[in-house]
């Protein structure tokens, strides 16, 4: 049942029951239309109230049905919406928790609403890359005034009810409720009060203007214009509204509809639905069930207080779990607090952090030099040196004090996830989670499953990851984990475009161009030419046939280490970050070029960019295949929360679905062919050349 009947006296009352959130999907449409026909047949129903059961008035669309013919099946919303305008009995909402996207259309389409304090009212539609689809942008500018309506549907963002009451002349609320608790009752007697008021008032017959429409319109272009480059959706939602002032009801509402199904199918919108789904997809792990039993974490042991130590120690003081921290010397903690006291005072400077919250979130920290004062923790991180000597130590220690049950974690990104779990006599309780620096603001995290990890261990970090607000995805053991291991083969590429003829600012321009955050030079200056440096000595002796381009290594035998130095492919200038190309480096990578034997070609942006993204693609299917990541969505997850693919792209497997899997493996064998290129490397993943050859896509 996706609503209930009920009725209390001369009031029926339809209730949303579709949790979690009373998604509009086509079978609750459908119950929504029969019971207000049910209603209106009733000769004892006076009126009729609208509510939603459990966390929520109503969340808005089905996001499943999307793109499905059930999305627009009949009864869609807009149907739904003017069968309640056209009761002939008063329909009133009742409004609470949550009241967003068409859950906020609909209660629009109602003759009242009243709502309770504290629900989070938002038309968030153009965060998925959409306008609102039914008359949100001709009812809400009416009932709340253009510039209020406008704000939150170009931001998508959430408001209070309580606010929005407050707004002068607002007519979105009759009233707000006193409480949570008493909107049902408040609703009831509302809905009686108003049973024989005639004629019922529509929000689509209230006036719509702004003073100064046209100039105001225009200011809100630039802004929003400005603000969404690469997103078409922000500023149709100005031209709705704008069509709100302009022309007659139903001639907007067309004009809204139209801009809807076009944006619809915009690679960005698409994208961005992708996003919205792999992100609640990411939780969910295949052999591990939702309610598998977690294991209580209330406080966290941080071993190392480096760079990575501070950083993961201030998720869990954010999200008020305490944390001691242990590291060798005195001085190293002394170093390490101070980093923490820092990043928050620096907060508290910028007035995101309040001086008390700050105390708080300090209070709950400690420090120790002895393991034997960490065996009351519940998990332990462990982030020092990457030697597998260094965690050999560290896990034998724990696994003497740790409580039994304790999670042993590694922050490792590069070792054996398993030899690590081997180093104790619990390897059921060991596993990796893998933040990303600076690992306090980063939002990836990556959840290492050993072979022995066990389910409620992996459910328990999982849940802890949502706990802090990070975006966890689940990596299989391999060398480098999901992100890194692809992040070598783009750097291999970027590589050889430079021996074949580009310099590092050609090629960081085309792929930031494309949408990157930051191209693979500027991104290897930030992160430290020396990290890659000792991966690729490595790499030399494990895999002596792998080529690799060696100016990198030219560079590294100068120290340009990157930003850290001062110069890496770039010149720095002490405290600033813009990158400052050097005759030097060209220099390096001509006389390498000229010592190869290579004349230099003019190489196109889109080769570039094909060359780059692909390389992640092809290891990703590698990666999907072996079943180190569940699903391609997860891989697009890493990618888009910890190394700036571009979000409007959806991630590499989503790009790569939309430019369509047959034209991917094209380029792939072309690549091949060059004899400067890794052949062998662009030999497509087998899962990719099945894909493509079925005519079928990642996600
Ligand atoms: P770091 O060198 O900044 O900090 C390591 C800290 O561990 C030092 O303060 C050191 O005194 C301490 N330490 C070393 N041996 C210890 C022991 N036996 N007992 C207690 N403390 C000990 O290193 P960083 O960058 O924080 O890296 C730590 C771990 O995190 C490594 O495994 C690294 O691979 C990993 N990681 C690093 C990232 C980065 O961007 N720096 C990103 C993701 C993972």
């Known amino acids: ?134 008359g949100g942008t001709q009812r ?50 509302y809905a009686q009060s108003v049973a024989d008021t005639r004629p019922l008032p529509l929000v689509r017959n209230l006036p719509c203007k702004h003073p100064n429409g046209d100039a105001y319109f225009q200011f809100a272009r630039n802004m929003v ?149 960490l065996k009351e923790a519940d998990m332990v991180i462990e982030a020092v040196f990457e030697e597998m000597g260094v965690k050999e130590r560290v896990f034998k220690e724990l696994d003497r004090v740790m409580k039994p049950g304790a999670i042993l974690a590694s922050n490792t990104s590069t070792l054996d996830m398993n030899q690590i779990a081997a180093f104790t006599k619990r390897p059921q309780d060991v596993i990796g989670t893998h933040f990303f620096s600076p690992a306090n603001v980063m939002k990836l995290l990556e959840v290492i499953r050993g072979e022995k990890t066990a389910k409620d261990v992996l459910a328990t970090v999982m849940a802890l990851g949502k706990k802090i607000r990070k975006t966890a995805v689940v990596s299989g053991v391999c060398d480098g984990f999901i992100g890194n291991r692809m992040i070598e083969q783009y750097g291999r590429q970027g590589g050889f475009l430079l021996d074949e003829g580009c310099t590092p600012e050609q090629v960081d321009k085309a792929i930031e161009k494309f949408g990157f955050a930051m191209g693979p030079f500027r991104m290897g200056d930030l992160a430290g030419n020396d990290i890659g440096w000792a991966i690729r000595k490595r790499r030399y002796t494990e895999k002596p046939d792998m080529k690799y381009s060696k100016t990198a290594d030219l560079l590294c035998e100068k120290g340009r280490f990157g930003q850290k130095t001062g110069a890496g492919w770039y010149d720095y200038v002490a405290g600033k970050r813009d990158a400052i190309p050097n005759a030097e480096v060209v220099k390096v990578i001509e006389d390498h070029r000229k010592s190869l034997g290579i004349t230099p070609r003019k190489i196109s942006d889109e080769e570039i960019v094909q060359r780059l993204v692909y390389s992640l693609v092809n290891e990703a299917a590698h990666i999907l295949e072996e079943g180190i990541a569940s699903k391609a969505s997860d891989i697009d997850m890493v990618y888009l929360m910890g190394y700036g693919f571009p979000i409007y792209r959806g991630g590499p497997m989503n790009y790569a679905d939309q430019v369509g899997l047959f034209n991917v493996v094209q380029s792939m064998n072309r690549f091949a062919k060059n004899p400067l290129d890794d052949a062998n490397f662009w030999k497509p993943a087998p899962l990719l050349a099945r894909l493509a050859a079925e005519g079928k896509t990642f996600n």
């Not at 086509?26 to 109230?49: H, P």
């Not at 809400?140 to 002349?169: C, D, F, T, W, Y």
């Open 1 to 134: 049942m996706t609503t209930l009947y009920e009725v209390h006296g001369t009031v029926a009352v339809i209730t949303l029951n579709n949790p979690p959130v009373n998604g509009l999907g086509y079978a609750t449409r459908l119950s929504i239309t029969d019971n207000l026909q049910k209603a209106n047949a009733d000769s004892a129903i006076k009126s009729i109230v609208i509510t939603g059961a459990g966390k929520a008035f109503s969340g808005g669309a089905d996001i499943k049905e999307f793109g499905s013919p059930k999305a627009l099946a009949e009864p869609n919303l807009l149907s739904v919406i003017l069968m309640i305008e056209n009761s002939a009995k008063p329909v009133i909402a009742a409004i609470h928790s949550v009241c967003m996207g068409g859950g906020l259309e609909l209660a629009l389409g109602c003759h009242y609403r009243i709502a309770a304090p504290g629900c989070s009212v938002a038309l968030p539609e153009v965060k998925l890359g959409l306008v609102p689809g039914a």
């Open 140 to 189: 809400l500018p009416r009932a709340l005034g253009v510039e209020a309506a406008l704000n939150m549907i170009v931001s998508g963002e959430p408001v209070k009810s309580e606010l929005l009451a407050q707004i002068p002349g607002q007519k979105l609320f009759d009233k707000l409720a006193a409480s949570p608790e008493s909107l049902a009752a408040e609703a009831l007697a």
């Open 225 to 373: 214009g400005g603000m969404s480059k690469n997103y078409p959706a922000p500023l149709k939602c100005v031209a709705a509204v704008e069509a709100a002032t302009k022309r007659k009801f139903d001639d907007g509402l067309a004009f809204e509809r139209e801009l809807f199904i076009n944006l619809m199918w915009t690679p960005e919108g698409r994208a961005l639905r992708h996003i919205f789904m792999a992100e609640r997809a990411a939780s969910k792990i295949p052999d591990v069930p939702s309610d598998t039993p977690q294991r209580a974490i209330k406080s966290i042991a941080v071993i190392g207080a480096g760079t990575m130590g501070g950083g993961i120690s201030m998720n869990f003081l954010n999200a008020g779990i305490p944390v001691k921290m242990l590291e060798m010397k005195q001085e190293a903690l002394d170093r390490g607090i101070a980093t923490i006291r820092k990043n928050y005072e620096a907060q508290v400077k910028k007035g995101k952090l309040k001086q008390d919250k700050y105390e708080q979130r300090m209070s709950l920290l400690s420090t120790t030099l002895s393991y034997d004062d």
